[in-house]
Every structure is written in structure tokens, then in C-alpha cells.
């Protein structure tokens, strides 16, 4: 007697393995022809009139609805452009390779201003300023390979400020990557951890959605830098793609076919669509808001205090509101303020409500602390500089940089997420008619007062060699114009003049941010000039922080973009020295040497001056100069050898 508990499976056996093999084969079939864009080229064959292409799935029409026309000259960088133009970009950074060029010519074409730096970092430095100062995108293109590598510290840069910057970036062709082509590398590996949204586009019709999309994420929530790789193919003409790609001679035999079939369908489905005209505006953004019950509660809690503090930091400085409606709803909320990143300058010059001095005291004694777009980090010393007795609210746009160090060493009474300026505005607006005890912002205003005296008496006194750091700056102070922009780059001497001077209005501040990068000068100072034509762009630098901005004279001479640099030369990194020396006993790759900086701008084509013992009473006289060499269109470097103070004595560097 049979057992059917035996015969039934392998009964039903052969047809299950044949389904599923079938199966197996079919989807991958129809994984290859999408893989291959067989779906779309078909799609598109429907589109009538007579074909001028010579195979039968480039379908093209004398109306010139072309899907593959192989004529046409045009070419993916002119979609690149054109998205660019739609988004109001106005700068393109860069440091040129042929991998990128049609997307140059294109943006020139189009009226895109195309900036070439002396390395691309400086490009990308530049676009994170043009992000910051205009609300918009920063725009940077380099060459692909080393050009990319190049810009790693300028895109990390970016993310840890949280600028919004589209960097794009050359590759080799769809075809040979991963084949031993010219400075191809795994490009995206290198970008993912850098950038929130990353893209390689593999089809020219593929360029105008990718760039939306990466335009928007940039903005959306927390903003940063987004990186889209072009692959020269996508980039080129058709004719051009085709010689590279096809070989004249096709090879002989079945395999033969089967390659020369591979290739031209490759380069149909790069080109096929690429001119479909596609919107190429911007895409709506994501931006968080506080719900109105939180705002309530913040509100509430703020209404109730005596010694309330406000602490902004960069992110209040981010569209939507502008700048002018955020300081005019900070000034109705009456609370006194210490401004930081971003926000330094927002109240203008010596404004009541702003508070500079002793912040650590002030926050002791606060009993309602708002952290609005203030990180804890290790700028408020990871939250312990925060009173346990302070109420603590914090409103951010990232879940985790408003959490940060929390129930470890502070603990928020309300934590926020959501986009900084808008919360202080409806904040300001539940608040209405609040005032608050005169006394308090008068306390702290006059700790500032008796800080501010003790720089004075510093700055009084003599140095052994050169000019007071401190003299120095208290001049750049009062002859810095309203109309300026202050870019600081350096370790000690740019961090005394954080101090000392202050920057005249919203936006008018920039340094590189949490990340600390010592290099940003230059191409901040090249996006802010572009930004602002008829504004002063005044650069302070540290000797060693000039170094890498030198070169950059080059490209304010060719582009003509009169800025001014005053380098703080005491030959040396002298913030990792002052530590370094007294605790490990040995000044060892700290030095550096007076050198001539006004005399290598010279050489370069810019104006130099110098600062020195011999024309200590002519400071201003030589400020003004070097202004005026800049009013009339020449970069400047004024070299100013200044001796050593005690004033930095006890900060750290690490
Ligand atoms: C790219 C980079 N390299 C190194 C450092 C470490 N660092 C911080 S401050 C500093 C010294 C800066 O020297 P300088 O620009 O001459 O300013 P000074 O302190 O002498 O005023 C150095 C090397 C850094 N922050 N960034
Ligand atoms: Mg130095």
C-alpha cells in the first residue's frame, strides 16, 4: 500500500520548484530591464513621429519632443543651472576639473557668478558663508576624487554649524566606476556621515528632481550640507558621451553583440527624457514648530519669573524670520541676553539688553534660563554651568542637540523642538505688556561694566615686544564701520577680540562654529564680499590661521573682491603654546616666524601694511588706510606684530 504522507511532497515537488524558479528568473529579468531602463525607454517610445535615432528605442520627433535625440548638443550641466537659477543661487564656488566643466560654462551662461578658489575647501567655506548670511544655499562644485577629499573639513564644518550648503561633486562615468577610472574613489562613503542627504545621479532626466530634493532636504528641519555626485556621463553632451562609451569598432561574434547591445542601451536610458521640460522650483520645506501648548507653557513659566536670562545662539538666525523681526520681538521680551555663533551682533552695538561679561554668574543667579537655539555642549561646559535652582527652558530645532547632557548634568523644564525665531515670536506674543524688574538687567549690566574696565586697564598696559594685542583691537573697535562684516579665524588673538570687539548688527559675525576650524577666513570673507558688495569685509586672523588663507589673496585679486585682513602675528600657535609650554615643558611645532604677510599679499597683487613698535601712534591712521585701499578695490592684508598679555591666561583649547 502506497503512503500518501510520502508521495504527496514529492508529487507536488517539481511543479513548486519549477514556479519558483521561474519566478525567481522573471523577477530578476524584470529587475535587470529597469535596471536597464527598458520600462521607461518603452514608455517613451510612444511618441510618435518619425524616429531620428538609429535604434528602434531612441525614439525621437521631428517636433523636436525628443526622448534620445542624438544630435543635440545640450547637456545635463544646463539642467544643473537651471535648477540652480529656479532657486535664486547667485554664487557657485570652485575649484575647476574636467569632470564638472559643462556645469561651469552652464551656470556662466545662465548669469550664475562662477567664483574659482586656490582649493576647494576655501569654495566650500565660501558657499557656507553665502548659507549663512543669505538664508539660502550655498553652492560649491569640485572635481571629482582629490577635489572631493579636499572639501572634507569645510562639509564637516558645515554639519556641526548647520549650514546649508549643496556641494556637488564630479565622477567617473556610470559605467566605469568601480573599473580603475581617473580620481575615482567610493565618493559616497566618503560623504553619508557628512551630509543628511546624498545622491548620485545615474540619468540626465534624473538631474532637475535629484537637485530639488537635495536643495530642500539642506533646508529642512536641521539644516547642513548635502553632496550630489554627477558622473561625467550625465554631465556631457550625447555625442560626446557616445565616443567615449561606444567603441568605433564593435567587437565581432555573439559576445560581441551582446556588449555592443549592453552599451547603447546604457547611453539611451542616460539620455532618454533628459530635455523633458520638469519643474525645477523649489520644493515646500520641513520646517518644526512648537505647538501652541508648549509655547503656553513656556509662557507661563517665563511670566512667573524675577531673573529670567536668554542665551541665542546660531539657530535663532534661520529663515523664515528675519533677522530685524527676531531683534525687534527679543527687545519687546525686555529680557537681558548673552548672543552667541550666529546671533552676535543681533541687538547692534552696545544695546541695554545685551549682556557680554561674566555669563557664568549671570546663569548662577537666573531663575528662568531660555536656550534658544544654545546647545549645551562644551560651550556651556556640557550643561554644568546651568544652576540646579534655574528653571531651564530649551527650544531647538534637533532633538538631540537640545537633549544633549541632559540628566547628567542639567535638566530642561521644557525641552522644545522646533524652529527657534518663530517659537520667540509667539513667545513674545504670549507675553505681552510683561515687564520685568529694571534691577536685574542693571546688576548684570554692571558686572559688564567693571569686566569691560579690567580689559581697559590691560590694554593700557606695556607688552615687551610689539604692540598690545588688546590696544589693538580696543582701536579696531572704534574704527570698525557700521556697515561692516567681522570674519575671525585664529586661537588667541581672535578670541580676544570676540571680547573686545563687536560686530554691528544681525549676521554680521562669522566664525567657523562648534567644529573650531582653524582655515575658514578666506572663503568666509569671499561669500560674505559677494553677498554684501558695498559692505566692509574686515577679516581678523591669527598668524597661524593666515597661512591657509593666503593663497585665497590670489583669488580676491583675479575676482576683485577688496577685503581686508589684519593678521595678529606673535610668530606662533600661540593658544596650543600658552598651554603646551607650562604643562608638558616644551614649546616643540608651536613657533612660528615674524614673517612678512603684507609682503607675500604684495606679491600676489594685494596692498600690504604693516603694524609695528615704529608706528605704534598711527594704528587708526593705518586702519583707515588700508580701508581706503579697500574703498578703492584692492585686497588688503595689514600685518600687526603684537606682543604677549596674560588675558587668555586659564582658557582651554581642548
Ligand atoms: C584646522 C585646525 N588645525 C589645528 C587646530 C588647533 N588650533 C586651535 S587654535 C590654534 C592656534 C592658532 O594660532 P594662530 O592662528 O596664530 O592664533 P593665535 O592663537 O596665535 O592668536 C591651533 C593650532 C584647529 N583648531 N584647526
Ligand atoms: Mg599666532
Not at 528662568?368 to 554644568?384: I, K, T
Request: hydrophobic fraction near 45%.
Amino acid at each position: 500500500m502506497e503512503n500518501p504522507a510520502v508521495t504527496a511532497p514529492a508529487e507536488g515537488f517539481f511543479p513548486s520548484f519549477l514556479l519558483v524558479t521561474c519566478g525567481t528568473l522573471l523577477a530578476a529579468l524584470l529587475g535587470a530591464a529597469h535596471r536597464l531602463g527598458l520600462f521607461y525607454q518603452l514608455m517613451h517610445k510612444a511618441c510618435g513621429g518619425r524616429q531620428l535615432a538609429s535604434w528602434p528605442w531612441a525614439c525621437s520627433t521631428v517636433s523636436g519632443k525628443d526622448q534620445v535625440d542624438e544630435t543635440s548638443v545640450r547637456h545635463g550641466g544646463e539642467n544643473v543651472a537651471a535648477v540652480l537659477r529656479a532657486h535664486g543661487v547667485r554664487f557657485i564656488f570652485t575649484l575647476v576639473g574636467g569632470h564638472i566643466s559643462p556645469l561651469l560654462v552652464a551656470c556662466e551662461k545662465l548669469g550664475i557668478r562662477v567664483v574659482d578658489t586656490r582649493h576647494e575647501v576655501t569654495a566650500v567655506f565660501a558657499a557656507d558663508a553665502v548659507a549663512r548670511l543669505t538664508g539660502t544655499v550655498g553652492v560649491a562644485a569640485v572635481t571629482a576624487g582629490p577635489g572631493l577629499t579636499n572639501t572634507v573639513t569645510a562639509v564637516k564644518n558645515a554639519q556641526v554649524a548647520q549650514s546649508p550648503v549643496l556641494l556637488l561633486g564630479g565622477a567617473a562615468s556610470t559605467l566605469l566606476q568601480k573599473r580603475g577610472a581617473l580620481q575615482a574613489i567610493d565618493q559616497m562613503s566618503l560623504f553619508r556621515p557628512l551630509c543628511k542627504f546624498c545622491a548620485s545621479v545615474r540619468r540626465v532626466r534624473d538631474i532637475i528632481p535629484t537637485l530639488r530634493a537635495a536643495m530642500a532636504a539642506a533646508q529642512s528641519g536641521t539644516p547642513g550640507p548635502v553632496f550630489v555626485e554627477l558622473p561625467v556621463d550625465v554631465l556631457y553632451p550625447y555625442y560626446m558621451v557616445q565616443k567615449e562609451m561606444v567603441p568605433a569598432k564593435l567587437p565581432k561574434g555573439l559576445m560581441g553583440r551582446v556588449i555592443s547591445w549592453y552599451l547603447k542601451n546604457c547611453l539611451a536610458n542616460l539620455f532618454v527624457g533628459a530635455w523633458e521640460p520638469q519643474p525645477e522650483g523649489p520644493l515646500p520645506l520641513d520646517i518644526p514648530q512648537a505647538s501652541p501648548q508648549q509655547v503656553q507653557r513656556c509662557v507661563e513659566i517665563l511670566s512667573r519669573a524675577k531673573k529670567p536670562l536668554l542665551l541665542l545662539g546660531s539657530q535663532a538666525l534661520l529663515p523664515p524670520v528675519p533677522a530685524d523681526k527676531l531683534r525687534a520681538a527679543v527687545e519687546t521680551l525686555g529680557v537681558p541676553c548673552f548672543l552667541g555663533g550666529m546671533a552676535r551682533g543681533l541687538l547692534g552695538r552696545n544695546h541695554p539688553l545685551h549682556i557680554r561679561q561674566n555669563r557664568g554668574a549671570a546663569l548662577k543667579k537666573a531663575d528662568v534660563v531660555l536656550l534658544a537655539g544654545a546647545v549645551c555642549d562644551f560651550r556651556l561646559s556640557y550643561g554644568r554651568i546651568l544652576s540646579h535652582k534655574s528653571k531651564i527652558i530649551i527650544i531647538n530645532r534637533n532633538r538631540d542637540d537640545m537633549l544633549l547632557n541632559s540628566d547628567i548634568f542639567w535638566k530642561p523644564q521644557e525641552a522644545v523642538q522646533g524652529d527657534v525665531a518663530s517659537f520667540m515670536l509667539k513667545l513674545v506674543e504670549g507675553l505681552q505688556g510683561q515687564m520685568w524688574a529694571p534691577e536685574w538687567a542693571e546688576e548684570l549690566r554692571e558686572a559688564d561694566r567693571q569686566k569691560e574696565q579690567t580689559f581697559r586697564e590691560k590694554a593700557a598696559m606695556p607688552v615687551a615686544q610689539h604692540l598690545n594685542p588688546l590696544r589693538v583691537l580696543q582701536l579696531v573697535e572704534e574704527t570698525l564701520p557700521d556697515n561692516s562684516f567681522l570674519v575671525v579665524d585664529g586661537g588667541d588673538f581672535v578670541a580676544t577680540a570676540a571680547y573686545l570687539v563687536q560686530p554691528r548688527g544681525p549676521l554680521r559675525w562669522l566664525d567657523p562654529g562648534a567644529f573650531g576650524t582653524l582655515g575658514v577666513g578666506a572663503g568666509f570673507a569671499l561669500g560674505a564680499k559677494l553677498c554684501q558688495p558695498d559692505a566692509e569685509v574686515w577679516c581678523l586672523f591669527g598668524d597661524g590661521a593666515f597661512g591657509y588663507s593666503l593663497i585665497e589673496f590670489d583669488t580676491f585679486v583675479r575676482h576683485k573682491i577688496p577685503v581686508m585682513a589684519l593678521v595678529g602675528n606673535d610668530a606662533g600657535w600661540t593658544q596650543i603654546s600658552r598651554e603646551q609650554v607650562p604643562r608638558l615643558g616644551s614649546n616643540v611645532a608651536c613657533g612660528l616666524a615674524y614673517t612678512d604677510y603684507h609682503k607675500a599679499a604684495m606679491g600676489l597683487g594685494a596692498q600690504g601694511l604693516l603694524l609695528s613698535r615704529e608706528n605704534e601712534d598711527h594704528v587708526v591712521k593705518v586702519l583707515r588706510d588700508g580701508q581706503q585701499q579697500c574703498r578703492d578695490g584692492h585686497p588688503v592684508v595689514i600685518n600687526i606684530l603684537i606682543g604677549r598679555t596674560d588675558f587668555r591666561d586659564g582658557s582651554i583649547s581642548v
